[in-house]
């Protein structure tokens, strides 16, 4: 008489497996999400941060004004606001001759990159807290009205948690740094 060999799965070892997958899921979860927030909130911090490098090397570049703004939806103009996380920002040159006005999209101004607005609950909060435009110069200096700047970027979950502060100094540097909201 022949023997035959079982293979499979028991119910119990079933339930024991499926159990330890559902601690371990319960785990994992969690963290997963904690990750995704905080890679969000550096990609808008890096955003910003590029958009303001940008502004300011191409100022350099062309010997004129280039100006970073809270932006429009449609990202064609400044939004005259300091509303910078609903609308995103742009990057324009700011040419300021034949009486155009510094910090807006005016007469031959182009706009040269856009930038949409973060995810909702995102928050992009300047310092001073009217601003609603950083200007550099051909010199790659911001002018008066954007010396000792920074942006609080913070995420949805924000009490207690990392948020990034975006420094612009009077040499139009910009530095970003890890604080807790």
């Known amino acids: 008489m022949k023997r035959y060999r079982q293979t ?4 119990l070892e079933l339930m024991v497996t499926l159990t330890v997958f559902a601690i371990l899921l319960g785990i994992a979860i969690p963290s997963f999400t904690e990750t995704m927030r905080a890679n969000r909130l550096t990609t808008v911090v890096n ?5 303001l490098n940008v502004a300011r090397s191409e100022a350099a570049k062309r010997g004129s004004g280039v100006t970073v703004c809270a932006s429009n939806a449609a990202h064609t ?12 920002w742009i990057v324009f040159d700011d040419d300021t001759s034949a009486g155009a006005v510094a910090g807006v999209v005016d007469g031959t101004d182009k706009v040269l990159q856009a930038y949409d ?20 110069l051909p010199n790659g200096r911001p ?26 100094t009077g040499a139009g540097r910009v530095s970003s740094d890890r604080v807790t909201c």
């Open 117 to 136: 607005a973060p995810d909702p609950g995102f928050t992009i909060t300047p310092t001073p807290g009217t601003l609603t435009y950083v200007r550099y």
């Open 47 to 51: 955003k910003l941060v590029t958009a």
């Open 77 to 88: 103009a400044c939004a005259g606001a300091v509303t910078w996380d609903t609308g995103g």
């Open 143 to 168: 002018d008066s009205g954007a010396l000792n700047t920074t942006f609080q970027v913070s995420r949805p979950d924000c009490p207690g948690k990392p948020a990034r502060l975006i420094t612009i």
């Open 8 to 11: 499979g799965f028991t119910l």
